[in-house]
């Protein structure tokens, strides 16, 4: 049931919450490259009591909380770093850093998880074994942060882990917690395609790239239509088709490129030899060749039963039946994953849409912004379904 003691301060911070996400949103960095906002973490962290910190790697944060008593360790995790997007909205606190923007919610992410750690950093006396905030860099630009910070050790001795996404397609107030699968891997692949250039006007002399292209890009979509179970989720899309540089040339190449979205590895491997069978048969049948290349983005997310059953308690608990949005897998990619392939856990997600706000543009947009009512939602989630956790 909710502890008012602990969603009482949640109130008291909202407002320092909310400062945090202001300041990180105005001053975002780019993958890889979050040096300041690592650093603006560190020293947050610092300000509170009984956490020991450190840097796993350049541009990420760690912070342990080991409980007066014994029992289970709990890592919870938020991304930190922000988009090659330019910002288009006018806030007091747009980002004051050209062509970079916080427009998927990593901003809030941080906030939140810098609330919850000043929260139960407060109540060690309490805890029943240790509790781990993990301020992941790099979940934007694959591949990713998540595996650097596993390789450091972050995991180790973990029983359990929670992440969550501040959502726009979902209202403020409410949450979507699902079970097994829950967001794909986004594996991604480039297709060059090597004919005979020459005269557009004498077609006949040249083998044609940008024809043999074409046909391939339609018989790739017959994986996905034929060759795959219709109850399976998967999605093949060809996203870039370049070459050429005159009106009146055959192009001697043409290069292809995309990203095959699955919930299966075991699928990954028949979409890959499916893809480079059509490739090779297209291109020795009109004389060209090819190079082909497929990379495995991060593996899907899928949650664990048992860690999702609480958190979908917690949110009933705290909010009542009404406050479970009703959600679907979705095809987005998430390296959270590395995470889970160390412990078993649940990436849920916190409703951050409000059209009166202008805050349901989708994810990824340059007039992306978030509700944020939606960060104090986002910390009673994780103090609560922490200690939930922990004497579960």
């Keep these: 049931m909710r502890n008012t003691e602990f969603s009482n301060l949640v109130e008291e911070i909202q407002d320092e919450v909310i400062g945090w996400r202001r300041y990180l949103h105005e001053y975002p960095e780019l993958s890889f490259q979050e040096d300041k906002t690592a650093q603006f973490i560190y020293e947050t962290l610092q300000s509170f009591d009984n956490l020991e910190i450190s840097r796993p790697t350049k541009t990420s944060v760690m912070a342990r909380l080991i409980g007066s008593q014994p029992g289970k360790t709990l890592a919870i995790r938020a991304d930190i770093d922000a988009l090659p997007i330019q910002e288009e909205n006018s806030l007091s606190f747009s980002s004051k850093n050209a062509g970079i923007m916080h427009a998927c919610g990593h901003d809030g992410h941080t906030a939140i998880l810098l609330g919850t750690a000043k929260i139960l950093s407060s109540f060690q006396h309490r805890i029943k074994g240790e509790i781990r905030f993990l301020f992941q860099h790099a979940e934007e630009l694959a591949p990713g942060g998540a595996q650097e910070m596993v390789r450091e050790g972050v995991m180790n001795g973990v029983d359990m882990v929670i992440g969550a996404h501040l959502w726009s397609p979902i209202e403020t107030g409410k949450f979507g917690v699902l079970s097994g699968p ?42 996905v239509s034929r060759k795959v179970d219709p109850l399976d989720s998967v999605v093949l899309s060809v996203t870039k088709f370049a070459g050429g540089s005159a009106l009146n040339i055959i192009p001697d190449s043409v290069e292809l490129a995309g990203t095959v979205r699955l919930f299966s590895t075991e699928q990954r491997i028949i979409i890959h030899e499916l893809m480079e069978r059509i490739v090779k048969g297209i291109t020795e049948a009109h004389g060209a060749s090819y190079t082909f290349s497929y990379n495995n983005g991060p593996d899907p997310v899928i949650n664990d039963e048992k860690t999702t059953y609480v958190i979908e308690e917690t949110v009933r608990e705290l909010w009542g039946d009404q406050a479970l949005a009703q959600m679907k897998p ?22 951050s849409g409000n059209r009166d706000l202008g805050t349901d543009y989708p994810h990824h947009h340059p007039r992306f912004d978030i509700d944020e009512s939606a960060l104090k939602n986002g910390v009673n989630m994780f103090v609560h379904a922490a200690f939930k956790l922990l004497n579960h």
Excluded: R, Y
Excluded at 331 to 351: H, I, N, R, V, Y
């Design 182 to 223: 829950v967001m794909s891997s986004p594996d991604t692949f480039t297709i060059t395609i090597i004919g005979l250039g020459g005269h557009a006007g004498l077609p006949h002399q040249t083998i044609d790239a940008i024809a043999i292209g074409a046909q391939v890009v339609s018989n790739l979509q017959h994986i």
């Design 330 to 351: 979705n095809m987005g990619g998430e390296d959270f994953s590395a995470f889970l392939g160390k412990a078993p856990g649940t990436f849920f997600f916190t409703g």
